[in-house]
């Protein structure tokens, strides 16, 4: 089968990879990809910053597909079908708090198994999700990215000393976490909502499909304490830096970009002025069944700032994604 592969720091190619062959006496199912999506952390690894995704992987975790081989009785050949990409344990403390995110034992494919960039990929059944009838494949493989987001907004509102509606709220970084970060915040009633972004193409789109207001911070400077909430969707250090300044007192930044893993940040700032700080992880099966719910009922748009190319374009998309030559937040490849 084809797939592409991560071969080197800014290199991915079309390979010959064998089809999958599930073990004896597991329960597993083989997907036919239709639809994969090339997400940040796959920006990562091609940019080579990623140490647990290693050259010769098959990248990719955003997908949708069509069952074409089941060991489960769940799930049937010619059934349509998205998937968690964490492949959990079910076991450990987190598992039973149903926080299976933080699996102390867990796996994740397109990082430590073959991943969905590819014409067919095995995991585990417990993984699967079936699809609703009124739902495409395409729109489905936005799943896990929305599923991201649901679940940090859903962290949020814990913390938010208000209703998500009645805050006013900075988005930082028009990305596909970014844009979907808007959708759902609108979809759940909030309208006071800016987005900071730095790449006039992406900002347009964004503006476009979402109805936001975008800035871009280096010429339109953000308010210091201007913000009840703060989404930092690229997790940079400037951006961090950025987030802080923006907060207002007893207000909430949400971190959820990793786009550089150290950094500094004003502790005397977030402690004097009692700001919460909070990390996210992917989402729980909980998050992503909502997050598939609410893609099936049309409330995150018509996703029209996603763009579809065949996989053997893979190499391009990467290249057009890392110059930012591209409007389209989400590339989504086609086997």
């Known amino acids: 089968m084809k797939a592409l592969v991560y071969t080197r720091p800014l290199g991915v190619e079309i390979q010959e990879r064998p089809y999958p062959q599930l073990p004896q006496g597991g329960d597993q199912v083989v997907i036919r990809i239709a639809a994969a999506g090339i997400c940040g952390s796959d920006m990562h690894a091609f940019h080579g910053k990623d140490p647990r995704r290693q050259p010769g992987l098959v990248l990719g975790h955003e997908l949708a597909g069509e069952i074409v081989e089941s060991q489960s009785a769940r799930f049937q050949p010619g059934q349509r079908v998205t998937a968690n990409p964490l492949i959990t344990c079910g076991q450990c403390e987190y598992c039973r708090q149903g926080r299976d995110n933080l699996c102390s034992d867990r796996h994740m494919i397109g990082m430590d198994w073959p991943g969905a960039f590819a014409e067919y990929m095995a995991i585990p059944a417990r993984s699967v999700v079936a699809l609703p009838a009124g739902i495409s494949l395409q729109h489905a493989a936005i799943t896990e990215p929305a599923a991201t987001v649901v679940h940090a907004l859903r962290l949020t509102q ?50 476009r499909h979402t109805g936001c207001v975008s800035i871009n911070p280096i010429e339109t400077p953000v308010e210091a304490a201007s913000q009840q909430l703060v989404i930092d969707a690229v997790g940079a250090g400037p951006t961090r830096k950025l987030a802080v300044h923006a907060v207002k007192p007893g207000g909430v930044i949400m971190h959820i970009g990793l786009q550089d893993w150290d950094s500094e940040i004003d502790m005397r700032k977030i402690t004097l002025s009692e700001i919460t700080l909070l990390g996210t992880y992917t989402y729980t099966m909980e998050d992503f069944h909502l997050t ?44």
């Open 158 to 207: 814990r913390a938010l000393q208000m209703p998500l509606a009645e805050a006013n709220a900075l988005v930082i970084g028009g990305g596909a976490i970014g844009l979907l970060t808007v959708l759902v915040l609108r979809a759940w009633g909030c309208r006071q909502i800016t987005l900071a972004e730095t790449n006039p193409l992406r900002a347009e789109a964004a503006e």
């Open 292 to 335: 598939l719910s609410m893609l099936e009922q049309g409330a995150l748009g018509a996703l029209g700032w996603v763009e579809q190319r065949a996989l053997h374009q893979g190499a391009n998309a990467f290249d057009d994604l890392e110059s930012q030559r591209v409007s389209a937040a989400k590339i989504l490849l086609i086997p």
